[in-house]
């Protein structure tokens, strides 16, 4: 498996499709939840995913700049296909992401929108609660910040 990471314009039009493709079956058929993926928001960020030696992609997430989500760098969108799910996989996407999070904004507070049930995943990760449980397109979620 390997990672890329990519801003918007430079993913080809192939694999944008697989990206897109992947956070559809988790978000909106997995989750059973319609909403808008497509948010405006991808456009600004930059996208990492791993993909194999096929070009299949198993994971991927998006890094957002400070001022877009939030006040701080965000990670967003951060999803691993079914099938790679129980692998590490999950894990090694995420300190991908926040090593690309320094190389591209250099070491900074990181905010994330979790899913409640992913809370102890993200704490092993240095995110840290803050506020309380709120739902986003029905599902719990916790604001949480990893400090620089």
Not at 59 to 74: H, M
Not at 102 to 130: H, P, R
Request: aromatic content about 10%.
């Amino acid at each position: 498996m390997k990672f890329y990471t990519a801003p918007f314009l430079d993913i080809p039009a192939a694999k944008l499709y697989r990206i897109l493709a992947l956070r559809s079956d988790v978000f909106v058929v997995e989750q059973n939840c319609a909403y808008q993926d497509l948010d405006g928001k991808d456009e600004q960020s930059y996208w990492i995913w791993a993909e194999d030696e096929n070009g299949d992609v198993h994971a991927t997430a998006r890094l957002l700049p400070a001022g877009i989500s939030y006040n701080e760098v965000s990670i967003g969108r951060v999803c691993t296909a079914m099938h790679s799910r129980g692998t590490g996989l999950g894990k090694l996407l995420m300190k991908e992401c926040l090593v690309q999070c320094d190389n591209i904004w250099g070491s900074q507070n990181i905010t994330i929108s979790a899913q409640q049930y992913l809370l102890k995943f993200y704490n092993e990760l240095g995110f840290v609660e803050e506020g309380e449980m709120y739902l986003e397109d029905e599902i719990p979620h916790l604001k949480m910040k990893r400090k620089a």
